[in-house]
């Protein structure tokens, strides 16, 4: 019978239910939205920053991050094994239950979200805008910006936690199980979103500026990744297991090996070339080289967040605390 529950092969074999990709894409999609709204929120709250002159340099970047959560969400939905039943999570709120606080943040992270996308249009797009309530919105809401900027950078922030205390509060899987998890998702999802920033933008300025900052991100997210492992490591026999799949290479755990040693390639190498950028000359203009070194780095950041998630799933099912890993 414990074999029948627990199960002991790559994917928790024999198995009731298992996450794969749609949950996966679903928790990067959230932490990179989580990202998007914290960072472009930044972008207009930094010091030294001439709002009438700079606000449209990353206007489109709140229109987009509800749609990508969107998506992240109907990933989620086609997951739900009852989708009729999904209406029971807005009829009660269990404070004890992450998925219940999840549930509502994703709710109530909406609000906020389409009022900053219409008032970072900015006036010259507003202009050409057909007269109608969302124009009459937009020119209302622009006073407002910083404000309503403040709001969803700390709604950007709870949702990339969010994702990370999602698998965190698993005590069957103790890859998940782990205080840092959520700090990993955190600032894996700050970095992605500063990443896609880094690919909209269009003026020189905002592009370093971000560039500078992801750097600081990047490497914060290596020394977190590695805290991570270092806490499973240092802990118990059952959290030890669990990051084998990261240092066997197995044929079973061959896939997770290399996903390690990719990101310790692709985040290192996004360092080194965003490095290169932010120390060039760009007086006048970031040059066509310069462009292209940034959003390559910008690209691999994304891949990397991506990758992580992707892992963290898959290799997570693979823990247990029965000793039957194999």
């Not at 969400?73 to 709120?93: A, G, N, S, V």
């Not at 969302?134 to 403040?150: D, Q």
């Not at 936690?161 to 700090?183: D, K, Q």
């Given at each position: ?5 627990t199960g002991a092969n ?151 936690i969010y994702t990370g ?162």
């Amino acid at each position: 019978m414990e074999l029948t529950i627990t199960g002991a092969n790559a994917i928790t074999f024999p198995h009731l239910r298992i996450w794969d990709w749609r949950v996966a894409s679903y928790l990067f999609l959230g932490g990179l939205t989580g990202g998007l709204m914290s960072m472009s929120a930044i972008t207009n709250l930094r010091a030294g920053k001439a709002i009438p002159h700079e606000r449209h340099c990353c206007w489109p970047i709140p229109i987009v991050s509800p749609l990508l959560l969107s998506l992240g969400m109907f990933f989620l939905f086609l997951d739900l094994e009852l989708k009729q039943h999904m209406y029971w999570f807005y009829l009660t709120f269990q404070p004890t239950s992450p998925m219940s606080w999840g549930a509502w943040i994703l709710v109530l992270i909406y609000p906020p979200m389409i009022l900053y996308s219409l008032a970072a249009i900015p006036p010259p797009i507003a202009e050409k805008m057909a007269p109608g309530l969302l124009k009459s919105l937009s020119e209302k809401l622009r006073a407002h910006l910083l404000g309503i900027a403040r709001v969803n950078f700390v709604g950007g922030i709870l949702l990339s936690i969010y994702t990370g205390i999602l698998l965190s509060t698993f005590l069957a899987r103790p890859l998940w199980n782990s205080a840092i998890l959520p700090v990993v998702f955190l600032v894996s999802g700050m970095s992605t979103g500063t990443a896609l920033l880094i690919i909209m933008a269009r003026q020189t300025e905002v592009k370093l500026f971000l560039t500078k900052v992801d750097i600081w991100l990047i490497f914060t997210e290596i020394m977190v990744l590695l805290l991570f492992f270092y806490g499973h490591y240092a802990s118990d026999a059952a959290n030890q297991a669990a990051i084998m799949p990261f240092m066997n290479v197995s044929h079973q755990y061959f896939p997770y090996f290399v996903s390690v040693v990719f990101l310790g390639i692709i985040l290192p190498l996004a360092i080194a070339m965003k490095f290169m950028e932010v120390t060039a000359d760009h007086s006048k203009s970031i040059t066509p080289t310069g462009k292209f070194l940034m959003n390559t780095s910008a690209v691999l950041v994304l891949v990397g967040g991506l990758v992580v998630r992707f892992v963290m799933v898959y290799a997570g099912q693979l823990s247990s605390f029965t000793g039957l890993l194999k």
